[in-house]
């Protein structure tokens, strides 16, 4: 063999990859299958070392279940609708769909090399029409079946751009791009059901055993499940319709230390009350606020006293004010809550600013009566001593307390005890072109009629322009134009686009039959049906999970999925981050200046520029192109090979955890594959017939089997850098062995076979200069053997001054002693010491040997 050069080397195995069709997704009901998805890209146009990471796990797992004789599907594709695109259209001209493409054909180029085995012809993007065209079917059958609704909504309103925003595009009360003030408006908007799954969404999290605990933890507190009390105040001074003001509240056990109620601005009696100009004019303050809940909690309480007054429902004779309030959201409970500032830090800002009375209901067991300085909140374990409690109030505070307001409640008539979710119904319509059109058409006889099947899909007009704010759909002269499917009647088309979040909620059953003519296929859809091992980031923990969970159970109701596939991702991986040092000066106005890895000089006297100027190192943080601490996986492949990168990723920490990008760390994982091509290449001279150290056979036999076991055992529990430490140990106990040739080319093979998941070109390249027959990746995954593991043989690791330099193979009840002589004798042991005395050396039995010179 040559030297080693990725750059031969690996285009090679690639074309003969692509020839042998080695990873085209087959169903074949005679094998078991296994599905392995990371989460799709947007195509931003550059792929960075995350995505390196992200799609070397999947592929190590696809690689290794395709050699355990697994029909394997390892798809492809993009989610690419989408703001991002839209913005360039503005920005820099051009239409959203060439760059959309563009970008896309610049991804698919820099991923090919990486050597995934991914079944490429199953790709597709969420803006090819084929795609919207079904998810626009399958809208129609979910507004048949009751999934879909249109109703009013408060949103964000950028009155610049014209457009809907979400929460995260609200920055400091102004829209992200233009800077403009945002403004709470009130739309028609289209909604999926989803609060309806709320209860079967939360308790089938316990049914994901192998999703990571803080992922199930984060949505369960998003869903939200509650337990309180529902209940109407009688109101006094109310217009007429309004002679009960309705609250849920789940602290009902502070009911009698209220002092105010408190409606939205959104509330049906707050409009009702717009009439007065005091009122309007509060209202309109207020929806120029937030509309999150996060927003809302942070922003400086405020509110206005109707003058209107509710009774208490224990007390008649007890009035309390109603204000509006801009710290109440419309969309959770009822829109209207009673305060009890004693008990609620919120509550009691607003007391305090306004002078309401703050009553406290219980106070410290211990202390005084002394005034509250803030709300006393205590915890569920902390007694108590009620001051102003009611019959059968007066138990320790947490759901017990809780309980027996409800109970007091139900029993006196005043109140019921109600179960309510956070979870909110999806609001999916947004005012933007580069999106999937929403399939209904508005006509003045039949109202809002679904479009005809036949019709999809209803696709978005090629010639539009991006020169005026808004959503061009609305002032494009022809298209929304249409005839109702209905009646035949003139019609216009629905010009909101969905979210995104549908596109990616429904891929991973997509890719089961991609270019079928219905959403999906069944046949395909129960063969290929639940995703097996999903991999992606945990910044997708909430909306993109729970969107996915939902919309599975939404295409099951539809015919569109299986029941069996209502939960689709069997389990799920969240990979950490890979990171590196930032790199950064200064301008003449002490403006930061950052620099890219392949700027600066590393050099006797610090880091640098080029021209010598010092450069400031900061700490690794998550790549970011903003920071320029990001690294070209193109330039390490051109350097090192995509074998060199994919291992590095694999090895340099657990794969939850992150991972920081070193040029030395990428160095040092080119050198050891360049020693295994050396070791390769020495084993394939050795001659036919040689016959080696007896002893030596049996043990390259028995760590042959280690290996197999140990690295089998890894990659199955995902623990992908302990698998390559092993593959580090098998790899020099080849390298000292002297055994018979057929043995030495065995283990040489086997070591191709175990490392081809995380390096499959060079594998490729060892297993056939060694004879292996086929592809490396269709070989079946090696086997140990049973009696080899069963020898009371230990492999110690032997540190020198606290750094790993060799290993020994010893019986597992070998003498102290006896180890330390062998380990002294090692050459690697003497190697590293280079004369220098031993001052003491210790046998940790069957863990490690410690050498200190």
């Known amino acids: 063999m040559s030297r080693y050069e990725p750059a031969q080397i690996e285009p090679k195995w690639q074309a003969a990859w692509d020839q042998a069709q080695a990873f085209l997704a087959r169903r074949d009901p005679a094998k078991p299958k296994y599905y392995v998805l990371e989460m799709f890209p947007y195509p931003s146009g550059r792929i960075h070392m995350g995505h390196v990471r992200n799609y070397t796990m999947g592929d190590v797992v696809a690689r290794y279940k395709s050699a355990q004789g697994f029909s394997v599907l390892h798809p492809m594709g993009w989610d690419a609708f989408g703001m991002p695109a839209e913005n360039a259209a503005m920005e820099r001209g051009g239409h ?10 610049d991804m698919r180029g820099q991923m090919k090399p990486l ?30 079946a009751g999934l879909v609704y249109r ?6 309103w950028d009155p610049v751009d014209m457009t809907v925003l979400a929460n995260e595009q609200v920055i400091d009360g102004k829209g992200w791009r233009s800077g403009a003030a945002v403004e709470r408006r009130e739309l028609t908007q289209w909604f999926f059901r989803i609060s309806d799954y709320s209860e079967e969404l939360l308790t089938a999290l316990d049914g994901l055993t192998h999703w990571p605990e803080k992922v199930r933890l984060m949505q369960a507190n998003w869903i939200g499940r509650s337990r309180g009390l529902q209940f109407g105040f009688e109101t006094v001074g109310a217009p007429e319709g309004f002679g009960t003001l309705e609250v849920y509240t789940t602290r009902p056990d502070t009911l009698m230390g209220a002092s105010f109620a408190a409606i939205s601005a959104d509330h049906p009696l707050a409009r009702a009350l717009e009439s007065n100009p005091k009122v309007a004019a509060f209202v309109a303050e207020c929806r120029r606020g937030g509309t999150s809940a996060e927003e809302v909690e942070t922003a400086e309480k405020i509110g206005y006293d109707t003058g209107i007054r509710v009774k208490h429902p224990l007390n008649p004779d007890w ?49 005084g009566d002394a005034a509250l300085t803030e709300a006393f909140v205590p915890m569920k374990s902390e007694r108590v001593r009620y001051v102003r409690g009611f019959a059968g109030s007066e138990v320790q505070t947490g759901d017990d307390a809780v309980a027996a307001a409800i109970s007091h409640a139900e029993t006196n008539g005043y109140g019921t005890g109600v179960t309510k979710f956070r979870l909110r119904d999806w609001g999916v319509s947004r005012q933007r072109y580069w999106g999937c059109p929403i399939p209904v058409v508005h006509c003045e006889a039949c109202g809002v009629v679904p479009e005809a099947k036949e019709n999809l899909p209803v696709r978005l007009p090629d010639d539009v322009s991006f020169d005026v704010p808004g959503n061009p759909l609305d002032r494009h002269p022809t298209w929304r134009n249409c005839s109702c499917p209905k009646c035949g009647a003139d019609a216009r088309r629905e010009t909101d686009t969905m979210d995104t979040f549908v596109d990616s909620s429904w891929y991973y059953a997509r890719f089961t039959a991609p270019r079928a003519a219905t959403p999906t296929s069944l046949p395909d859809a129960d063969y290929w049906m639940n995703v097996d091992q999903y991999i992606g980031g945990i910044e997708h923990a909430i909306l993109h999970l729970l969107y996915s969970r939902f919309f599975a159970r939404a295409m099951a109701k539809t015919g569109h999925l299986p029941e069996s596939a209502i939960e689709p991702f069997n389990a799920l991986f969240t990979q950490g981050m890979v990171t590196h040092e930032i790199y950064k000066t200064t301008d003449a106005n002490g403006r930061p200046v950052y620099h890219l890895p392949e700027d600066v000089v590393h050099g006797d006297t610090g880091v ?33 090979g995509a074998d060199t990168a994919r291992w590095f990723v694999m ?13 030395s760390g990428a160095e040092a994982a080119f050198k050891h594959l360049s020693r295994v091509w050396t070791l390769c290449s020495r084993i ?16 390259m036999a028995r760590e042959t089997a280690i290996a197999i076991d140990r690295v089998t055992r890894s990659i199955e529990s995902f623990a992908f850098n302990k698998a390559i430490a092993h593959l580090y140990a098998f790899t020099n106990a080849i390298a000292k062995a002297n055994a018979s040739t057929n043995v030495m080319k065995e283990a040489i093979r086997t070591l191709a076979q175990l490392m081809q998941p995380m390096v499959p070109h060079i594998a490729e390249s060892i297993w056939s200069y060694q004879g292996g027959q086929g592809l490396c990746c269709q070989a079946p995954w090696p086997k140990a053997n049973p009696e080899k593991l069963e020898v009371d043989i230990v492999i110690l690791p032997i540190q020198i001054n606290g750094k790993r330099r060799a290993e020994i193979a010893v019986p597992k009840d070998m003498p102290g002693p006896e180890i330390e002589k062998i380990a002294l004798a090692n050459e690697d042991v003497i190697r590293f010491l280079a004369g220098q005395p031993v001052k003491k050396i210790i046998v940790v039995p069957g863990r490690i040997i410690n050498v200190v010179a």
């Open 151 to 156: 109703k009013n909504a408060v949103v964000n």
């Open 115 to 144: 050597g995934l085995s991914i079944d490429w012809t199953r790709e597709f993007a969420t803006c090819d029409p084929e795609y919207y065209g079904q998810q626009q079917a399958m809208f129609i059958d979910m507004l048949e």
């Open 608 to 640: 640098t520029l080029a021209d010598g100027t010092a450069v400031e190192v900061i700490p690794s943080a998550k790549m970011s192109k903003s920071k320029k601490n990001v690294v070209d996986p193109m330039n390490i492949i051109a350097s090192f």
């Open 319 to 367: 009035e309390l004010p109603v204000w509006i309030a801009n710290f109440i959201l419309m969309d959770y409970g009822t829109g209207a809550i009673f305060g009890c500032p004693a008990h609620d830090q919120r509550d009691f800002e607003f007391a305090t600013k306004y002078g309401l009375p703050i009553n406290p209901v219980f106070l410290p067991e211990a202390g």
């Open 651 to 663: 090895s340099d920490s657990p794969p939850e955890r992150d991972v920081e990008w070193t040029s």
């Open 684 to 699: 394939g001279d050795m001659p036919e017939g040689h016959v080696g150290d007896f002893a030596d056979d049996d043990i």
């Open 96 to 105: 959203p769909k060439d760059w959309t493409y563009g970008n896309i054909a």
